[in-house]
């Protein structure tokens, strides 16, 4: 959980040292959380799918 959250922060952070136009931040910035999003909602699925399957068998 703590990985999810802080991979976020060190994007923002990298994109906001390495873009040179403001205009890359308005379009790195919502790539990253969308990423950062995406695979949180995929780890936990996977987390609950498999407790589930390893319940179940």
């Known amino acids: 959980m703590s990985v999810t959250r802080v991979a976020p922060a060190v ?4 994109a906001i ?3 040179p136009f403001h205009g890359v931040l308005w379009v790195v910035l ?3 959380g969308f990423v950062a999003m995406a695979f949180t909602v ?3 699925r996977l987390r609950a799918s498999g407790s589930r399957g390893r319940h179940s068998a």
């Open 17 to 19: 040292g390495v873009a």
């Open 11 to 14: 994007v923002a952070a990298a």
């Open 30 to 32: 919502p790539v990253a």
């Open 42 to 44: 995929r780890s936990v």
